[in-house]
């Protein structure tokens, strides 16, 4: 008889080779407790996040790192006592210009140059003491002179041009960045007070524009309308500021969009008013246009304006005499509403 079983039964399938040892060849013994590997390798990773599917998701490194809460700025709050200065100081102004281009005729140009230079002098004023460049004095003298050449030469030129006042601005700019070169300790700053020295003589240059158009035939009821558009403009936006501003336009900024959209609707309105009774070549309709320019200018100026001074603030440098300060958008605003208007009489009448 055959037997039941292989021959292969109890027959060591090792005996060819070497008997494995106790770490080869057995099965992993089942885990009694958490392996402290896993541990550290779930420290390393991080802990998960769930998928949209419910799966958990592993945090990369950015999402690891903690993110810090954003700073909530305060608004500024709008002084109303100021506000309705600004807009006295605006009405003010526009007052002086207009009554100032009336005394304006052919051959009898100096009391209007003698209004215009008083309203430079306050520019020069104001706006150095604002921007406060690194030689202020040098910047206010040069400034000081551009006026009194570009005034020189808007009542003694030959032809009523815009081009001797462009040569005494650029005249000015120059001599005011030299001044400053020349200057050792103002050197190192001189790039800065690049902008800041072509603002100052550009703007005192613009007033000028103002001389140079009441020469030509009807230049002087332009700036009647232009300079009534801006003045009622910035005067409302102001006022509106100190009774509603809002909504605000940035938290650091102490303006609103209502005074700023109804003071540019409100001059536009008194500038079509006073074209119905000017005559011939201004209507209505031309008015309307020629002042809605004026005033738009004017008031986004004086917004510039307020939108530069919250910028040197948030800069960490100090504030500047609050006369100064409130004084220098109304005079940009005039100050670039004036060959604004020079424009619009060229295009339209």
Avoid: K
């Amino acid at each position: 008889m055959f037997p039941s079983t292989s021959p292969e039964t109890g027959r060591d399938p090792w005996s060819d080779g070497p008997r494995p040892g106790p770490g080869h060849g057995q099965p992993p013994a089942p885990r009694s407790g958490p392996n402290p590997d896993d541990d550290d390798r779930r420290e390393r990773s991080g802990p998960r996040r769930a998928r949209r599917g419910g799966e958990p998701a592993r945090r990369t490194d950015d999402d690891a790192a903690v993110e810090p809460d954003e700073e909530v700025v305060p608004p500024v709050e709008v002084r109303r006592p100021l506000s309705v200065a600004t807009a006295g100081f605006a009405a003010l102004l526009g007052v002086g210009l207009v009554l100032g281009a009336q005394t304006s005729g052919p051959g009898h140009r100096l009391p209007f140059a003698i209004v215009i230079f008083g309203v430079q002098l306050l520019f020069v004023l104001a706006w150095t003491m604002a921007m406060r460049p690194p030689a202020v004095l040098l910047v206010a003298l040069v400034s000081v002179g551009a006026a009194v050449a570009a005034d020189t030469a808007a009542v003694q030129s030959d032809i009523a041009g815009l081009a001797p006042l462009g040569y005494v601005a650029a005249g000015g700019f120059v001599l005011g960045v030299l001044g400053q070169l020349v200057r050792r300790v103002d050197r190192v700053r001189v790039t800065d007070s690049l902008g800041t020295t072509l603002l100052i003589v550009v703007g005192v240059v613009a007033f000028g524009t103002l001389i140079v158009l009441s020469r030509i035939p009807a230049g002087t009821q332009a700036i009647t309308v232009c300079l009534t558009a801006s003045g009622v403009a910035l005067t409302v936006a102001r006022l509106t500021d100190a009774v509603a501003p809002w909504p605000r336009l940035a938290p650091q900024v102490p303006r609103g969009a209502a005074g700023v959209v109804g003071g540019a609707m409100v001059g536009t309105l008194a500038s079509a008013a006073l074209g119905s009774y000017l005559v011939t070549p201004f209507t209505p309709t031309r008015a309307a246009i020629i002042g809605l320019v004026a005033a738009v200018t004017a008031v986004l100026a004086d917004l510039a304006v307020g939108y530069a001074e919250a910028g040197r603030l948030m800069a960490g440098e100090p504030p500047t005499m609050w006369v100064a300060r409130h004084m220098q958008g109304p005079l940009g605003g005039f100050a670039l509403a004036a060959p604004a208007a020079y424009a619009m009489c060229m295009l339209f009448l």
